[in-house]
């Protein structure tokens, strides 16, 4: 049985995103990869990619959200709380201060990548080389933050639940320090909760011992979702006397499939051979041309 499509995993404290490709390779007997990384503290949505759909990670993005918890007063070397402590300060913020502040941020803004992070500068990642005592020159990166909504605050332990909305690439540890240099008091990340990563929802997300149970009584189909139904492309139907260019990834003629015509040039389509998807296409003028075979 060949298997195909996306899992919507729900990530746990103590795994590292590896960690759950690792296992759901082996539960499902098949390649995987994931669509984002969470950090192993991070807990929240992870969407793993099987077989052939692997090769459409890079394609599968939208809004990233998450529920995190903001530390005033901190600041530590990883910028969460499993970081040294490198100053302590005073807290003077208040709810309405705290909620103005956070709408700075909102729209596109310039955001350092943390050292402890998965970034490859020189062939080596950003948290290999924190670890062996090195910091490095990192280029600031443009992000989108398009929500940021203060959902609590207690003053007496200076912690924050803040719920951000944000594009693919944004660091929260690095928000929550940017927000306590802003107040002058510094600050670091608690817990972690990506709710949302583009199409997958916390609400609908899977733990790992739960898919286990759906693989062991032959459950397979209860949770894997089609790309076709994750990715918002056309459906067009190729004839089978085409089949030979589809298995070649040759280009196809727009007007041997039926409504193709109608795609606007530089759009992605999926194409369809007997019923099953064959690939991620692009129009460029009179032809489909193959992005991703899928088939």
Do not use: W
């Not at 195909?4 to 590896?18: D, P, W």
């Not at 990619?49 to 599968?60: E, P």
């Not at 050292?115 to 989108?144: C, D, F, H, Q, W």
């Not at 990715?231 to 089978?240: C, E, G, K, T």
């Amino acid at each position: 049985m060949i298997i195909f499509g996306v899992v919507n995993v729900h990530k746990e404290k103590g795994f590292t995103s590896s960690d759950v490709v690792s296992i759901v390779r082996k539960l499902f007997n098949s390649k995987a990869g994931h669509v984002g990384t969470l950090d192993p503290q991070a807990t929240g949505v992870l969407p793993v990619c099987i077989g052939s759909a692997t090769k459409t990670s890079d394609y599968i993005s939208g809004a990233k959200r998450y529920r995190a918890e903001l530390k005033l007063g901190i600041t530590t070397d990883t910028d969460d709380l499993t970081g040294r402590v490198l100053t302590e300060s005073p807290v003077k913020t208040c709810l309405d201060e705290l909620k103005a502040t956070v709408q700075g941020f909102i729209g596109e803004t310039l955001q350092t990548p943390p050292m402890y992070s998965a970034i490859k500068i020189g062939g080596k990642k950003l948290y290999e080389l924190a670890r062996a005592g090195k910091t490095v020159e990192r280029a600031p990166r443009t992000v989108n933050i398009s929500q940021i909504d203060v959902l609590e605050y207690n003053p007496d332990t200076c912690t924050a639940v803040i719920d951000v909305s944000c594009s693919k690439g944004t660091y929260i540890r690095s928000l929550c320090a940017d927000l306590g240099r802003v107040l002058s008091c510094g600050g670091c990340m608690g817990d972690l909760i990506r709710t949302q990563s583009g199409p997958f929802y916390i609400t609908d997300s899977i733990k790992l011992d739960r898919l286990k149970g759906y693989v062991s009584e032959n459950r397979i189909n209860d949770v894997l979702i089609r790309i076709e139904d994750v990715l918002p492309y056309q459906i067009f139907d190729v004839p089978l006397c085409l089949e030979k260019r589809i298995v070649n990834g040759n280009p196809i003629f727009v007007d041997k499939c039926e409504m193709g015509s109608a795609v606007q040039d530089d759009e992605m389509v999926f194409l369809r051979l007997n019923g099953k998807i064959s690939g991620i296409y692009i129009r460029d003028g009179e032809y489909f041309l193959l992005r991703v075979m899928l088939g």
